[in-house]
């Protein structure tokens, strides 16, 4: 446990993972994430968590800690168009999770892919005010 | 947003309507994604019995579709979260049909029961389940005088985007709090009713007097289900 | 046999010990097993659903939480009413209590759909809610029983020993209280919402306690080699034959308050009539079986002095108890709700109709699990302190 943990310091504190030691990280769309790269991997959970109780109880759909904003760009197809799924080790979230030994089960109810994965059920990337905001630049 | 206003200042000028009009006959309830939901609305549905037909199923067939609720082949124990219930008075033989689902209660007794406060209602009279604090207890569908909950029993996949839901906890109509968020004005049930021709289901602002369902409650009457229980629902009928 | 001169020993840890505990391990060991499965398949596996919510595991669980606090009857009645008599037993009442609601509150917490966020359930409370003032009510009975066997064992403390009988006999009295309270306060239920719940469950404790304390006493008796006394064993027959009495009385109360509001004759009918299971189950389980057979057994001239008729009826009163736990608990949820008094509805889920209710192996197995963790925590106590007096014989007449 120990040993997990200084791996996972490691790793957060010196970006080990640049030089293969680390998990693999799948390519994200666009160029920079909703906050520096060191920051997420210290406290992503935070983030995550924070946003999660403001948008259940209080409707506060703001997409930049959104779960769903990270699958945005994390999560993207391979060559032939499929999204990793959550139980494979290309899958971004359960890659570095499974790397160190931390079990997170929010994909046991959440979607594990980007709205555009559903592209057959498209009632589900309707316009909408959000949609509209979503499309801002993250400041 | 192009006039220099910020976003908030744009919809706050809207907002004092309640609503936003992008085209003509479109209606947008202009919620800031930035601002909790408050007291100033309450959401509810009105349905109207005499428009709900007994051998139509849409309302159902929406909501099952909108949150991909399975068919598990196990009736006894697969999610319900809207269903038709046929009511028929036993002096004459009058049958009417109407949808039940979980009715928003401004009390729900389901959230007084709940040990750990993952039964809550929003402020905006939306009773919904955190199910990151459930844990499965089921007090609540012991509460609920409506049988509006179900318990999943077994493990589940393809969970759509905006509607999270997993083994282990219980789970009701949201009244599409998604597409309320979303300002789309609608759920899918009454969508559903209305595309199929029917309109027998209204979405609305309770609290606002001049929204259509307000109105229509205003004129024509509404009753509680299970008036006595002093629940103050937010889900409302017509000609029961 | 006064207190001073009561001496304690733990149970000789001979071959049978060694193998009961054994025994005991392998229930809760494959109830472990079965729990995993549950937690991994989800409930479908069990005969619950979304009608009857709660099933076998409740009904023991409850059985054992409400016989829990029963267990401390001895204690009560010997540190705070003063009988003599019962000062010997006042330890194995306590272990007994603490350990049958340790099996009770495992049920529960095992049954939970995510017993992975016990750490929620302890973090998070809606004080609204008689689920939440009863997790503290139950962990906070297990510290005042701590308290109350910390005071027995310690002869330097013998002036607080009231204080703590007190403390427990108030603290049991509010968590029968708020047990029953958990049915009582279902306002739509047709078989609830009553407000008799709350004593009713508290003399149902007060019956099944007391019957499950006099069996492991005479079974720890005969196990270990000692000699238990007529007198001790037919005094605690006749404070259970009075206890079932009032059980008899309260649901008799219940059922009449009941019959005389018209819009409760559906579900009066429903238990009363003979036709459904559970009416069956009430007339010849709960009351033939479970009441008026014991009774029998401990008033009858023929059988009154009877060691045997008494264990048989003691048995017979934990059998009826755990049948009337089903009555209320499964009886009350199969029975459909009404949403339009004086209307007939029905619909895909499963409106206007009883519900049916098959219990599953799994559920038996976790019910079981609990009765097994509340076994081989009182005989570990048996084996590990001094609860059991060496000598429950009867006192011999002065000469």
């Known amino acids: 446990m120990l040993f997990m943990l200084s791996v996972v310091a490691l790793i957060a504190f010196t970006g080990a993972s640049a030089e293969g030691l680390g998990p693999f990280i799948p390519k994200a769309k666009g160029e920079q994430c909703v906050e520096p790269t060191q920051v997420m991997r210290e406290r992503h959970w935070e983030f995550i968590l924070h946003q999660r109780d403001e948008t259940v109880h209080k409707g506060i759909r703001t997409t930049r800690h959104s779960l769903k904003n990270c699958l945005e760009c994390h999560v993207q197809p391979d060559e032939e168009g499929r999204f990793p799924r959550s139980s494979e080790p290309t899958h971004f979230c359960t890659n570095c999770h499974v790397f160190a030994g931390i079990r997170i089960d929010c994909f046991e109810c959440h979607a594990d892919r980007p709205h555009e994965a559903y592209g057959a059920i498209s009632r589900h990337s309707r316009l909408s005010l959000n949609d509209m905001f979503r499309k801002r630049p993250v400041r | 947003m192009s006039l220099g206003l910020t976003r908030r200042e744009f919809l706050q000028g809207a907002g004092a309507a309640g609503a936003l009009t992008l085209a003509p006959g479109v209606f947008l309830y202009a919620k800031d994604p930035e601002a909790p939901v408050t007291d100033a609305v309450r959401w509810g549905l009105l349905v109207d019995t005499r428009l709900c037909q007994e051998d139509c199923n849409a309302c159902v067939d929406a909501c099952n579709e909108e949150h991909n609720l399975q068919d598990l082949g196990r009736p006894e124990t697969d999610a319900q979260w809207i269903r038709k219930l046929t009511v028929r008075d036993p002096l004459g033989g009058r049958t009417i049909s109407l949808p039940m689902m979980c009715q928003h209660c401004e009390n729900p007794p389901c959230v007084d029961v709940c040990p750990t406060g993952a039964s809550f209602r929003r402020e905006d009279g939306i009773v919904l389940v955190d199910k990151h604090t459930c844990i499965g207890c089921r007090y609540c569908m012991m509460a609920c005088p409506y049988k509006a909950r179900s318990f999943i029993h077994e493990n589940l996949t393809e969970q759509l985007p905006d509607a999270p839901r997993g083994k282990g906890c219980v789970e009701s109509c949201t009244l599409c709090v998604h597409k309320v968020d979303a300002g789309e004005n609608t759920t899918a049930c009454a969508e559903a009713c209305h595309k199929d021709g029917h309109q027998a289901i209204l979405f609305g602002d309770l609290n606002d007097p001049d929204s259509e369902i307000s109105k229509r409650i205003r004129e024509f009457g509404a009753t509680q289900i299970r008036a006595d229980l002093g629940l103050n629902t937010g889900v409302r009928y017509q000609n029961l | ?399």
């Open chain 3, 1 to 399: 046999m006064s207190i001073a001169s009561t001496r304690y020993a733990t149970l000789d840890a001979g071959r049978n010990y060694w193998g009961l505990l054994a025994v005991l391990a392998g229930v809760v060991l494959a109830g472990f097993a079965g729990f995993l499965h549950l937690e991994h398949e989800g409930h479908w596996i069990t005969g619950m659903n979304n009608q009857v919510v709660w099933g076998i595991p409740h009904v023991f669980a409850v059985f054992l939480i409400v016989a829990a606090s029963g267990a401390l009857n001895v204690a009560s009645i010997a540190s705070v009413f003063g009988q003599v008599a019962y000062k010997p037993l006042a330890r194995l009442s306590g272990l007994l209590a603490a350990a049958l609601l340790s099996g009770g509150l495992a049920i529960l917490v095992l049954d939970l759909g995510r017993p992975d966020r016990l750490i929620v359930a302890m973090t998070y409370y809606n004080f609204k809610s008689i689920f939440a003032w009863n997790i503290f009510l139950y962990t906070g009975l297990l510290a005042v029983i701590a308290v109350y066997l910390f005071v027995l064992f310690q002869p330097a403390l013998a002036r607080w020993t009231r204080a703590a009988g007190i403390m427990a006999l108030l603290w049991r009295l509010i968590l029968t209280t708020g047990t029953g309270a958990i049915f009582g306060f279902l306002v739509a239920r047709q078989g609830y919402d009553a407000a008799i719940m709350a004593p009713l469950f508290i003399i149902m404790s007060f019956s099944f306690g007391t019957a499950v304390f006099l069996l492991v006493l005479a079974a720890a008796c005969r196990g270990s080699g000692r000699v238990l006394g007529d007198a001790l064993l037919f005094r605690l027959k006749n404070l259970l034959a009075v206890f079932v009495s009032a059980v008899l009385y309260f649901v008799l109360a219940y059922h009449l308050t009941n019959l005389y509001a018209t819009e409760h004759h559906g579900f009066e009918a429903f238990i009363l009539n003979f036709e459904s299971l559970y009416s069956k189950l009430f007339w010849l389980g709960q009351v033939g079986l479970g009441s008026l057979l014991p009774l029998a057994l401990f008033y009858s001239p023929k059988t009154r002095n009877c060691r045997v008729s008494t264990l048989v009826g003691a048995s017979l009163v934990i059998i009826g108890g755990l049948i009337q736990m089903y009555v209320i608990i499964i009886g009350g949820q199969a029975y459909p709700l009404v949403l339009f008094p004086g209307m007939e509805e029905s619909s895909s889920f499963y409106d206007g109709v009883v519900a049916s209710y098959v219990p599953s192996f799994w559920e038996f197995l976790l019910g079981i699990t609990g009765v097994g963790i509340g076994l081989i925590l009182t005989v570990a106590g048996l084996g590990a302190l001094d609860i059991l007096p060496e000598d429950l014989s009867d006192p011999k007449p002065a000469s």
